[in-house]
């Protein structure tokens, strides 16, 4: 064997071979293992660093709520003890069907003053009556309604001692100077319009807090008890009732009240009762002619020729219900005591003219309006109104609060049931007169080219060569306009050059 030939068995270099292929494995292993700790550690390093800037958020944000958590209390238990220190009731009432007494409202004001007081102090004995209610000092008292309507239902059925219009708008005045939280809401015609207000106020109410007892006067109607059905087991609500109560009010458990000394406690009626029979009303004989004087009666064929009865006259001129009072100068003359007949008076040598020829009406002036030669409208002349006329104009206003309808008292034509302007009292002419002065001030939507007979309304300036107002005048559309009428224009087409 020669000593270069490799020795047999295995070969030693394979062992450490494989020993450093083993520990580079592990050096590998290591590194990996280093490199995933290193990894995880920045992972964990970046997480942490989040959580406490979370956290330091969190501590910031549980400052922040804790502070306003103590505004917040704060802010509560103040407006709690503002709740607690001034509680008040509010009372609506439907004056429509909730009336107030009759003498009272023909009192005026001062009947307003006796029936406001009247009501603070019941109200204010039936809180003191209830411990949750005994510290309410602040009453509202809310009545709305149509004082025109009421007034009218009032003077048609009798009750009211009294034929004034204005005596419930003065009570109304009265009810609302003698307590300063009263109110005396005058909403015009119309059912709706006081129901939608009132409905309104009460669920205003309703929400308030401050408002411990809520009172309805409105029993009368059962629209009430369908709108009071979302209300049920409300304890601040309570029911004033006046006259009965409808049907549907009896399911509700509310509580219930009545003042009869304020209130009337029966229903309106709805006209005057008619009388059983009227008075029988003697005959009035004519007057003779002038020339008949002293002539005897006439024969018994003649008599019921010359009798005549008075047509019964309603009251005031506006209703059916008045018995006639034949008046003094239509009576019977006694016959003259000296004995002449128609046999005497034909032997009398004067002649005797006796004029049977009936007088004519001079016949009523026709309705027309006026154009100018370019056929635009000219507005006939008024005469001078009355200032005792424009006064009493302005009075009705002032005590109706209201402006009086044109469509009523110049045409007669208002059919508007809800209408929101002051019927009333027919006027007199003197104050037509005035009205017609005053409606002249409007302008009408058609300007000069209006053709309506019966308009009111202004249909140019009055003095639209040299107008005061220039372009602030309401007719400033109308000046350099010729205002001298030219023609007449009837109701029948007919024309008239002037």
């Known amino acids: 064997m020669n000593r270069y030939d490799p020795p047999e068995g295995p070969d030693p270099a394979q062992a450490h071979a494989a020993a450093l292929q083993t520990w ?6 290591r590194h990996r293992i280093e490199h995933d700790l290193s990894m995880g550690f920045r992972d964990l390093l970046t997480r942490y660093r989040e959580k406490c800037a979370e956290c330091e958020r969190e501590k910031r944000n549980a400052m922040i709520w804790e502070k306003e958590q103590r505004m917040s209390e704060r802010e509560l238990n103040s407006l709690k003890t503002a709740a ?4 008040f ?3 609506v009432v439907d004056g429509d069907g909730a009336v107030f ?5 023909a009192m005026g004001e001062e009947g307003g003053r006796q029936a406001a007081h009247q009501l603070h102090q019941q109200l204010k004995d039936y809180f003191l009556e209830h411990p949750h209610l005994s510290n309410i000092d602040t009453v509202f008292v809310h009545v709305v309604l149509s004082v025109e309507g009421l007034s009218r239902a009032l ?8 034929t004034d219009h204005t005596a419930l708008t003065r009570f109304g005045r009265g009810f609302c100077r003698a307590q300063p939280l009263f109110s005396f809401t005058d909403v015009g015609y119309g059912k709706e319009q006081a129901d939608h207000k009132i ?14 007892s809520l009172i309805l006067a409105g029993c009368h109607d059962n629209g009430y008890a369908t709108f009071l059905e979302s209300f049920r087991g409300n304890q601040k609500i309570t029911l004033l009732e006046t006259t009965p109560a409808a049907a549907d009010f009896r399911k509700f458990t509310f509580k219930r009240i009545s003042f009869p000394h304020v209130f009337r406690s029966d229903p309106v009626p709805s006209r005057q009762p008619v009388p059983q029979s009227f008075a029988p009303v003697a005959p009035v004989m004519a007057a003779p002619p002038p020339g008949f004087q002293n002539m005897a009666a006439p024969p018994p064929g003649f008599q019921n020729m010359v009798t005549s009865t008075p047509a019964l006259s309603p009251p005031n001129g506006n209703g059916p219900n008045r018995l006639p009072t034949p008046p003094a100068a239509m009576a019977p003359s006694k016959p003259d005591a000296t004995p002449n007949s128609y046999a005497t008076i034909g032997r009398g040598t004067a002649p005797i003219t006796i004029n049977i020829a009936s007088t004519k009406r001079a016949p009523a002036a026709r309705p027309f309006y006026q154009l100018n030669k370019d056929d635009e409208r000219v507005d006939v002349q008024l005469a001078k109104a009355d200032s005792n006329a424009v006064k009493s104009l302005e009075d009705r206003r002032q005590m109706s609060g209201m402006n009086l309808c044109n469509k009523y008292h110049l045409a007669n034509a208002c059919k508007n049931n809800n209408c929101n302007f002051y019927h009333g009292d027919r006027l007199n002419p003197a104050e037509m007169l005035a009205l017609r002065h005053k409606t002249r001030n409007l302008v009408c939507n058609s300007g000069h080219k209006c053709r309506e007979i019966g308009c009111n309304l202004g249909h140019h300036c009055s003095n639209p060569g040299s107008c005061y107002f220039g372009d602030d005048c309401r007719f400033h559309e109308m000046h350099g306009m010729d205002i001298t009428p030219t023609i007449k224009i009837y109701e029948d087409g007919t024309r008239e050059v002037v």
Do not use: W
Not at 84 to 87: A, K, M, W
Not at 155 to 162: C, E, F, K, N, Y
Not at 199 to 212: D, G, S
């Open 199 to 212: 409905r309104k106020l009460f669920e205003v109410m309703e929400k308030n807090i401050q408002c411990r």
């Open 24 to 29: 580079e494995n592990m050096v590998h292993d």
């Open 89 to 91: 009731a509010f009372v």
């Open 155 to 162: 003077i048609a059925s009798g009750v009211l001692p009294t």
């Open 84 to 87: 607690e220190s001034s509680p």
């Open 101 to 105: 007494r009759e003498d009272l409202i």
